[in-house]
């Protein structure tokens, strides 16, 4: 690596981080809305993945490149318990079976010691490198785009634009859906478990409702048509707060605002292009 | 229901690590304020009596009287769900709404608690007719599918939160004290505080008026045509705009009240009091399924008592969890609810 990278690097670290990070998650939440459901457990899964990662790391003493992989465990089971029963349903029951997920798991934390309590889990080694955000964020955005050109892809923008007839075509409605929420926490498990592992602290505090919302506006003004939009959304909104520091406390009802106007006035988001595919 | 750890350490610790630059900090709001152990006044400690049929009496009544205060909350969300098929995020704001204003009607202007309540569940309904005019009503008007409303509400409500947190501020407020005078009545040994009765009261009435809108008024006809189909209410004469500003009113007055009763009887105010209640909210719509006013009505109080039982014989703060895990579990065995019909409505 070049000296001035590294020097960049060092200085912008968190930021820097931060913005993988986000992309990630940002990337979570585009999976769910490609098959028209909305989940706002988002937070929580990557919760779930810091918790479980900085347990395994702190008190199983495993390494980090095995403790990765297993921190989808937990979100998995979770979206696996929540997302069987409401996908079978019209998408309301998803949104709302998830939107309390994060605010309960928070007052599990707060009143499980072991989890840490009200302190939360600290002195999580800094083992998330640069190459391991990063990377997962390439594989995630290729591999996304290339699902989202296959057939699964096309089935999966039939069943959002219109539910009847993706059925009669045949389309299994709920095993996409099961399919598309599972990635979705695996992809915000990774997300949480680089998070812990580059901050050095986890509370219990930082799952809840608000970085839910946040998370949506990332996709929603990315633009949900190809992977690239919700990551863009993603990096404009981590940036935005460091150019305007002043508006620090403002800064929540800028994401709750951007989520009103894009749905409002700019469906499609910033990035509104449509993936090409090859004539069927 | 001691509550285990203490607040100073915890914001603290908040401010230590508030700002991480990734996603929000979570530490610009306060503890919820039934997560601090906070119980309604003039009630003995469960401690005292040991786990006796005695408290386990008093936890029932106890219950009885915070899930009728749920009930009150669901039912302007499943009547709003009911009629205008829309998942209304910005309910939960109407609550804290509601609280705020009869704070500022009896601490700043002097109005009494009777005066302040019927104001500031009517201040919440204009603001509900406000919100739903700016977020929704274009969305009704195009069409548009039942997750645009959701993500609308969403957005909206998180703003409005925020701002109201960032002009208010985080702290937990209290009424002045005195406005429901009176020692705790004692009915065969068990206590009911006046502010508990108050809600307990004002929970039926508010039932009650709402029932005969529905039933006995041409407007309530006009409510549950549109329930039922909007578009052939609209071709029988229906002004089907003006009917649902009329529901988001009725909805918002109920948050209102609920706000104002709830604040009353735990008397802690702060603007994020609606996002835990929203909570509550869909475990008792779920459970007594969406759009079902008598469920809401038996699903709220059945709530109130899990939760009490919970806190008094488990652990106060696993409550929420309990909360959630019967959603779930409804959410398996009973989606439409446990008085549900067992077709689905499918979107």
């Not at chain 1, 020097?7 to 986000?22: E, P, R």
């Not at chain 1, 520091?245 to 800064?251: A, H, T, V, Y």
């Not at chain 2, 195009?142 to 985080?170: K, N, R």
Request: charged share 10%; glycine share 14%.
């Amino acid at each position: 690596m070049p000296g001035w990278l590294d020097d960049f690097l060092w200085t912008y670290q968190n930021l820097v981080h931060a913005l993988g990070i986000n992309g990630l998650l940002a990337l979570s939440m585009y999976v769910v809305l490609a098959v028209g459901q909305l989940s706002l457990g988002q937070a929580a899964f990557m919760g779930l993945g810091a918790y479980s990662s900085a347990i395994m790391t702190l008190k199983f003493k495993l390494p980090f490149l095995l403790v990765l992989p297993a921190s989808c465990i937990a979100p998995a089971l979770f979206a696996l318990a929540i997302g069987a029963p409401t996908l079978r349903l019209s998408g309301v029951y998803l949104a709302i079976a998830t939107i309390g997920l994060g605010e309960v798991l928070r007052a599990v934390y707060i009143n499980v010691d072991w989890l840490g309590g009200a302190l939360g889990l600290s002195g999580i080694p800094d083992s998330a490198e640069f190459w391991m955000i990063y990377g997962l964020l390439g594989v995630a955005v290729v591999a996304l785009w290339l699902v989202g050109r296959s057939g699964i892809g096309r089935a999966m923008e039939a069943i959002r634009e219109d539910e009847t007839a993706a059925q009669v075509l045949g389309i299994n409605l709920a095993r996409y859906r099961l399919g598309a929420l599972l990635t979705s926490a695996v992809l915000a498990g990774l997300a949480g478990a680089l998070g812990a592992h580059s901050s050095s602290f986890i509370g219990p505090n930082e799952y809840g409702f608000e970085p839910a919302v946040t998370i949506l506006s990332f996709a929603l003004l990315g633009g949900s048509g190809t992977p690239l939009g919700p990551v863009l959304g993603a990096w404009i909104l981590t940036l935005l707060p460091e150019l305007l520091r002043g508006f620090s406390d403002l800064r929540l009802v800028f994401n709750g605002l951007i989520i009103v106007l894009v749905v409002l006035f700019l469906p499609a988001g910033l990035l509104g292009v449509r993936m090409r595919r090859r004539a069927a | 229901m001691i509550s285990k750890f203490n607040y100073g350490l915890l914001r603290s610790q908040e401010k230590v690590v508030g700002s991480r630059g990734l996603l929000a900090p979570g530490g610009s709001r306060a503890e919820p304020w039934w997560g601090a152990g906070q119980r309604p006044a003039g009630l003995p400690s469960p401690a005292v009596g040991g786990y006796s049929g005695a408290m386990l009496a008093q936890q029932l009544v106890n219950g009885v009287l915070l899930g009728a205060s749920y009930a009150l909350f669901a039912l302007g969300f499943t009547l709003m769900f009911g009629v205008l098929r829309v998942i209304n995020l910005t309910y939960g704001f109407y609550f804290s709404a509601g609280a705020f204003v009869a704070l500022f009607l009896t601490r700043d202007a002097g109005f009494g608690i009777w005066a302040a309540l019927p104001l500031a569940a009517a201040a919440a309904g204009v603001i509900a007719v406000v919100l739903d005019w700016l977020l929704l009503a274009r969305l009704r008007r195009q069409g548009a599918p039942e997750l645009a409303s959701l993500m609308v509400t969403l957005g909206g409500v998180l703003a409005l939160y925020s701002a109201a947190t960032a002009v208010l501020g985080p702290d937990i407020r209290r009424l002045p004290p005195g406005l429901v005078a009176g020692a705790p009545f004692e009915f065969f040994g068990l206590r009911v505080s006046t502010p508990q009765l108050l809600v307990l009261v004002a929970s039926f009435v508010l039932v009650g008026a709402l029932i005969w809108l529905l039933h006995g008024t041409r407007l309530g006809l006009a409510i549950r045509a549109m329930a039922e189909k909007p578009d052939a209410a609209g071709l029988m004469g229906i002004d089907t705009g003006r009917t649902a500003a009329l529901v988001s009113f009725v909805s918002g007055c109920l948050a209102g009240a609920g706000g104002v009763l709830i604040g009353l009887n735990f008397n802690a105010i702060q603007p994020y009091m609606g996002e835990s209640m929203m909570l509550r909210g869909f475990v008792v719509v779920i459970v007594g399924g969406l759009g079902d006013i008598r469920g809401a009505l038996i699903a709220g109080l059945a709530l109130g008592v899990v939760e009490v039982l919970t806190a008094g014989y488990v652990s106060s703060g696993l409550k929420e969890a309990v909360a959630f895990a019967i959603l779930v579990a409804v959410l398996w065995t009973r989606p439409s609810g446990l008085f549900g019909r067992p077709t689905l409505r499918r979107a």
